[in-house]
């Protein structure tokens, strides 16, 4: 019975990402502006401004794909570049799988009773909810927050039925 789901995740860019995008904008047009009327001097800081924008732009842009099969759960990074695989967490690693606000998941909060490694793989898209998986990666707890649809929900629970309190 394979049966496989995958979920493809594009992360919608943060607010103090918007302003920071603008904000670098403004400055390329202001020194832009001052190269023409005051000094070609200025004309390098455009250029940085510029190149600065355009990295930033790309290295923001996060998309994510969720592959969940029989033996596990596999998170890639995609990019223009290929693929990167992050997390490969098998069924049996996974100890926890709940909302947010759920009581199980209060010991791993920020400032919890459980020390652990947050990783954020959600879209930010408040129509979509995200859930909590607590996993065991290389030994060490790992905390995941995720996009998960129904199906996938449903997969998880036949696979490790007593690690979903959902």
Not at 10 to 32: G, T, Y
Not at 89 to 94: K, Q
Request: charged content about 30%.
């Amino acid at each position: 019975m394979d049966q496989s789901i995958v979920i493809s995740v594009s992360r919608s860019p943060r607010p103090r990402e918007i302003f920071l995008r603008r904000a670098m904008a403004v400055l390329a047009v202001v020194f832009l502006l001052q190269g023409i009327m005051l000094s070609t001097g200025f004309m390098l800081p455009c250029f940085l401004m510029v190149l600065c924008y355009f990295w930033f732009s790309h290295a923001s842009k996060r998309e994510y794909e969720y592959t969940l099969d029989d033996e596990g759960l596999t998170i890639e990074r995609t990019s223009d570049r290929g693929r990167r695989m992050l997390h490969e967490i098998p069924w049996t690693s996974v100890k926890l799988l709940c909302r947010p606000d759920a009581p199980e998941a209060l010991p791993y909060k920020k400032g919890g009773s459980i020390p652990i490694k947050k990783v954020d793989y959600t879209s930010y898209k408040e129509e979509i909810p995200y859930y909590t998986m607590i996993a065991e990666e290389d030994g060490k707890p790992l905390k995941l927050l995720l996009d998960l649809s129904d199906d996938a929900i449903r997969l998880i629970r036949r696979r490790n039925r007593e690690a979903v309190k959902i």
